[in-house]
């Protein structure tokens, strides 16, 4: 794809905020104890990465591809947690989904930004290949054109999958933009490159345990 | 004999196309975007605006297998829907791709057959959305642009009650 073309979507005032990780992430937030951003957060110079949705593109294999620490790897991981729990550790951008004799999956994710973060002890309710993506009303407010629905599929904000975290309106799910990895961009959804959360997804069956922390255990 | 309705119509859309290609003779010259499409001579349109006046639910999908179920979405996104109001002079005021205030596009039609929705002038230009299909209560409209395409999707209204 064209530098040019892709210069334009980067500049696009459209969204940042995903459907139903949206509009009620505020009010989630607000009387949520176990949500609250953690301050210290704002010291990071990763937070709150300043890059809109990019609804349409489709990254090329190159992009998808991660490097270094946020590539998929197997890891030494020390924990309490039974094999198969997923343990997101917010601050470092990482999920772990734990395997037997002190190992885990080590995937690299980007997670909520200041204000949108929050940790908790939860369970996957649901999976879904291919989810929609619907705009948030405010996103709508700007862009009363925007369509109200947006089909799941390649090029779709949401990625490939998407696993709903049960008692909140947040998700795992992918993403059609590889760079946010790492960052503090979405509104509480934790995503992952399409390649990662397809492979989530096919080791995680609903029920499963999920663990967020604001912080690794030292 | 005063001219009806859609005679007016196409009379102002004619006029504005001729008026379009004076202004392009006069600034042959100019850069043009290479990414633009240049359109096609546009005709009267078979499609009345007054079509598209009233309130839509409004949904989009990239594949045909999408489309039924984004039919059915875009039924249940009347209580957001997207207003469509009659313009000044025969056509309908809406938003242009990425346009944060609405203008008045216009029906234009086309040698092909095709019916196009953007600002008057040319036919088939990169700021036009194609209609695809059209029944009382709903319409189908496919971006002109790539660009707009891939990030818009095919979009589907369905008239709200």
Redesign the interface.
């Known amino acids: 794809m064209p530098p040019?073309?892709i210069h334009?979507?980067m500049a696009?005032?459209?969204i940042n905020l995903h459907s139903l990780c949206l509009a009620a992430a505020a009010a989630w937030l607000f009387w949520n104890p176990a949500a609250k951003a953690d301050p210290a957060d704002a010291s990071d110079p990763q937070v709150d990465m300043q890059i809109d949705d990019?609804?349409?593109?489709?990254p090329s294999a190159e992009e998808e591809q991660l490097a270094g620490p946020f590539e998929r790897q197997i890891v030494f991981f020390r924990t309490t947690e039974a094999p198969g729990t997923i343990v997101v550790h917010t601050a470092d951008r990482y999920l772990y989904l734990v395997q037997p004799n002190n190992r885990a999956i080590r995937y690299g994710i980007g997670v909520g930004r200041d204000g949108f973060q929050w940790a908790g002890i939860r369970k996957i309710i649901q999976k879904q290949e291919w989810p929609?993506w619907r705009p948030p009303?405010e996103m709508?407010q700007?862009?009363?054109?925007?369509?109200?629905?947006?089909?799941?599929?390649?090029?779709?904000p949401m990625g490939a999958r998407a696993l709903y975290i049960g008692g909140t309106v947040y998700r795992i799910h992918g993403t059609n933009q590889p760079q946010t990895i790492g960052h503090a961009v979405s509104s509480g959804c934790f995503r992952l490159v399409n390649a990662d959360v397809t492979d989530l997804y096919d080791r995680v069956p609903v029920g499963t345990k999920i663990v967020v922390k604001q912080a690794a255990d030292l | 004999m005063p001219m009806s309705l859609p005679s007016t119509r196409s009379f102002i859309i004619a006029t504005a196309s001729l008026f379009a290609l004076a202004l392009a003779g006069c600034n042959a010259n100019q850069s043009i975007d290479a990414g633009a499409q240049q359109g096609v001579p546009a005709t009267p349109s078979k499609i009345a605006a007054e079509r598209l006046v009233g309130r839509w639910g409004v949904a989009a999908y990239h594949q045909d297998s999408a489309r039924q179920r984004t039919e059915a979405e875009a039924r249940r996104q009347c209580s957001n829907p997207y207003t469509i109001k009659a313009g000044q002079n025969g056509g309908v005021v809406m938003h242009l791709a990425d346009q944060s205030e609405p203008q008045e596009l216009f029906l234009k039609g086309s040698a092909s057959g095709s019916t196009y929705l953007g600002p008057a002038g040319m036919a088939a230009v990169s700021a036009d959305r194609e209609i695809v299909a059209i029944s009382d209560n709903s319409f189908t409209i496919k971006w002109v642009s790539p660009d707009n395409s891939s990030r818009y999707g095919t979009m589907v209204y369905i008239r709200c009650p």
């Open positions: 040019a073309i334009k979507r696009m005032k459209i990019q609804p349409g593109y489709q929609d009303p709508i700007r862009q009363p054109y925007l369509p109200r629905f947006m089909a799941g599929g390649p090029g779709n």
